[in-house]
């Protein structure tokens, strides 16, 4: 649905002010999907979300949408093009002096395909399908931040578009307010078969809505997969730090006072972390390890979360007994959960009586 291809972006080249912004990005997006883009400020978020529509023309690359390469078009055909391609922003960018349904029927107005009738039809229509039927009359000054957002989506909806970008859309906004901003944006991909790009820096974000991501740093995609993959194995010293930031593993604490050590010594017991994911997260698999290893596990921390709809869990256990004993145990673990770390051994042989 989006290829962009080879996208340099370099503002005012050639002179003392010259900021390369964007070097060298590449990445493909499928219909339908919701594609999310994270890195710190300045990484070159909102340059990459406004090539995709050429609100910023890229120094060199291609951008594909909807099987339409975007660079080649003269600005009239690129405004026909952007028709596709619906827009949202952080500080939802609503007329204050027009009225709700007055601010969804203005690009609908703009286009000038539709008679009054028709655009007043469809405003309903579009303000039914955000939840706000009943704040055509309302103005802007009169909403919630959430009910402005829900206004900014019904407008970038208006002309029926295959993609929707959402640059910071929920940047401004409370997290419970957030959260039903991305449970409606779920909802309009489903219904729609719309493809969503975000651009945001908050990790809980592309934790709560996205498929895929891509994390950005000084102009360069530096991780890309699956949000799953992201959030559990994440590679990059950027990325395992923003997974930190929104997944709360409680293990500095732990460790500060469990006295973890690298090397094993006789007598000491493991560390394991262990990594739960998918319907089987509640599995009692602690149980029936500890049984069949003939070893001892307890509990140290643990915390159960979602990815999108995806429940996991890390629980971060002590296992002892003899070296061979720990040693097997660990290996049962891997075979039945998503992901076991040994986090290192513990100094102290009675750590489970402190
Ligand atoms: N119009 C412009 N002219 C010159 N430099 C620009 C322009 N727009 C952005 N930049 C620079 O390009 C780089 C990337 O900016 P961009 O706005 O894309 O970052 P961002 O990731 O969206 O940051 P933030 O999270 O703060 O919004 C920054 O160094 C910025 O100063
Ligand atoms: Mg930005």
Redesign the pocket.
Known sequence: MIKLSHIVKT??PGTA?E?P??RDISLEISKGEIFGVI??????????I?IINML?RPTAGTVEVHGQELTQLSEKELREARRHIGMIFQSFNLLSSATVAENVAFPLQLAGTMDKAAIAKRVTELLELVELGDKAQMYPAQLSGGQKQRVGIARALASNPEVLLC??ATSALDPKTTSSILELLTALRRKLNLTIVI?T?QMEVIKECCDRVAV?DG?VITEMGSAVDIFIDPKQDLTKRLVSAAVRRGLPELLRHTQVVSEYHEGAKAVVELLFLGPKADAPVIVDVAKECAVSISILAGNIDHIQSEPYGIIVVEIGGSRAEIERAINEFKQRVHKVEVLGYDERKQLSEF
């Open positions: 503002y005012n002010k900021v912004a964007l890195g710190l400020s300045g990484a070159g978020k909102s340059t990459l406004r910023e640059d910071e651009i820096h950005i102009g």
